[in-house]
């Protein structure tokens, strides 16, 4: 027992939405008797305001001790005029590849309290659970070289370098066929084997992995391709499974397929399965300290650390429930309320989830 957790809020909505998240998770620590214990550091923005730097050796050291990481969301205009490799962004980037979380899990589920909240017809996306397998740490965004440079003629030239490994993509592709083998037992790999040499090679590979779980299928996509069948009949999917860049952008559409962003949760892990959780979503500027933000995603995230690194299945259960406890009750927050429907604030949805945990 007596295990650590690292509390990071972050920048504009991050502090609304995990006061909520906090609330739960300390209910679910009393009713169960968890034996954790929360700590907060700073990252992103934050962390520039008090220390000149988004990730500070403070946070870096106390995120290395911690037995999980609850992350809410980073960056903001605020900080847009900062130099590049001093971005609150940078922050998350350096934490994840820091501790090495390269394996993102994005779920997206509809729930079916929130059939109409969603931009597509009913009957394309109701029932919908699909799992994206993101790769965290590698491909372009952590590619060498990269930078904006001056040519002779004067003219400027932004370059970033797409690179994989084959053991980078044999590791992530474990993980995918490990976590299809809990469901329905299918991964579709997504590339574009079409024109990238790096993605011919996460092809080849993936085929290589696949070898070992023989009860599970394997399928392969290019990304348009992809993009566009999220779109069109999102159900054909059961895992995903992605480079950085390419799961980036994916799961922000599956996200949409559920009605809101604001719903879904993600874990980063390690080697070990110990992992980072935080809300698919950003900070949100826009809507920040006016108690217009979901908590529920960064609430299901609270779920998953309990799931995946924790081994905490009843008290992970427990959230889960809570969460379609109070979407039963009609209890909405801007963002998948109904045309002309009352909604709640941030506070009072997290609230909700308490009282529906307590019973
Ligand atoms: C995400 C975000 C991050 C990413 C940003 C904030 C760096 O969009 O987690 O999807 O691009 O990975
Ligand atoms: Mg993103």
Known sequence: ??????????????????AEAVRVLETVNERFTLGLSLEHGLLGGAAIDEHGVPLPDATLQAARDADAILLGAVGGPKWDNVERH??????LLGLRSQLELFGNLRPAILYPQLADASSLKPEVVAGLDILIVRELTG????????????????ERQGFNTYVYSESEIRRIGHLAFGLARQRDRRVCS????????????????????????????????????????LVRAPKQFDVMVTGNMFGDILSDAAAMLTGSIGMLPSASLDKNGRGMYEPCHGSAPDIAGQGKANPLATILSVAMMLRYTLDEADAA????????????????????????QRAVSTRDMGAAVVAALRG
């Not at 491909?139 to 004067?154: A, H, K, M, S, V």
């Open 86 to 91: 001093l971005r609150p962004e940078r922050g």
């Open 317 to 340: 259960a427990a959230i889960e429930q809570a969460v379609s406890d109070v979407l039963d009750q009609g209890l909405r927050t801007p963002d998948i309320a109904a045309a002309g």
């Open 1 to 18: 027992m007596g295990r650590r957790i690292l509390v990071l809020p972050g920048d504009y909505i991050g502090p609304e939405i995990m």
């Open 190 to 229: 997504v590339d574009k084997s079409n024109v990238l040499e790096v993605t011919v090679l996460w092809r080849e590979v993936m085929e290589e992995v696949a070898r070992d779980y023989p009860d599970v299928a394997l399928s392969h996509m290019y990304v348009d391709n992809a993009a566009m069948q």
């Open 139 to 154: 491909g372009i965004y952590f590619g060498e070289p990269r930078g904006i440079r001056t040519l002779e003629n004067g």
